[in-house]
């Protein structure tokens, strides 16, 4: 097999990260990632042109989305001769979302983003984390929007405040639909709702016991894992208590 040509990298454009320790200060440095360790993460390639001509209001059904949002195969490909020059395994590649996922070693994935991965524990959770930006080949950086899962800091911190009962003022589901005066016709069939959760988790049994006491139906919940996410419940007094409102 010939050697490859040497290419240029340049950074991403957005990809900047601080210090772990300057963004959270009470962070412990641990040392660098260890060479084989198993590391994932996704490349989101950027929109088509044609996306930004949507006029205010227009809305696009699945299909035509679809057809419209879809990265281009050569693109497509362009990520993964990357990969696969780099000894990265290509584990989906989704035109539509316009995602290709990757799993390698830390080692690989330190040479081919051009990064040095260090961790680092944060209130009994151990964080992998970066310094400045990512590097893509110059044929790649302009295909690419992002790339996540090289750190996986925390990405907002809690800011829930527990009030006193003698001065919580707290509302039922009901009784803040009655306040808006929401519309009591229909039953929310065949709609769905998506929430963003950074942290923390819930448990099945807690929303049973919830909705019985409200005495409606326990609506039907999926946990959609992101980027190694995970529906992890541990602390009522912290993340969960976010989640659970």
Excluded: C, W
Excluded at 12 to 18: D, K, P, V, Y
Excluded at 119 to 128: C, I, V
């Amino acid at each position: 097999m010939s050697e490859a040509m040497p290419q240029e990298f340049v950074p991403l454009a957005g990809s900047e990260r601080q210090p772990f320790t300057d963004v959270f200060p009470e962070a412990r440095h641990v040392g660098p990632v260890a060479p084989g360790a198993p590391v994932e993460v996704s490349i989101y390639l950027k929109p088509p042109a044609g996306l930004a001509s949507l006029l205010p209001g227009e809305r696009l059904g699945r299909e035509e989305y679809a057809a419209r949002a879809r990265a281009s195969a050569g693109d497509l490909a362009e990520v993964e001769r990357f990969a696969h020059a780099h000894g990265l395994a290509v584990l989906e590649a989704d035109p539509v979302r316009r995602l290709v996922r990757l799993r390698g070693t830390a080692e690989a994935m330190q040479q081919a983003f051009r990064v040095a991965l260090h961790q680092y524990e944060l209130e009994s959770a151990t964080y992998r984390g970066r310094a400045g930006p990512v590097l893509l080949p110059a044929s790649l950086a302009p295909l690419v929007a992002g790339v996540l899962g090289l750190d996986d800091r925390p990405q907002v911190r809690r800011r829930l405040h527990i009030l006193l009962a003698e001065t919580a003022a707290t509302y039922t589901p009901p009784q803040v639909a009655s306040l808006y005066h929401f519309p009591t016709q229909g039953n929310g069939q065949g709609q769905a709702v998506a929430i963003i959760e950074l942290g923390g988790g819930y448990r099945t049994s807690d929303l049973q016991t919830y909705f019985g006491q409200l005495r409606l139906p326990v609506p039907k919940v999926t946990s959609v894992l992101v980027d190694g996410g995970k529906n992890a419940p541990t602390d009522p007094q912290g993340a969960d208590g976010e989640v659970g409102r």
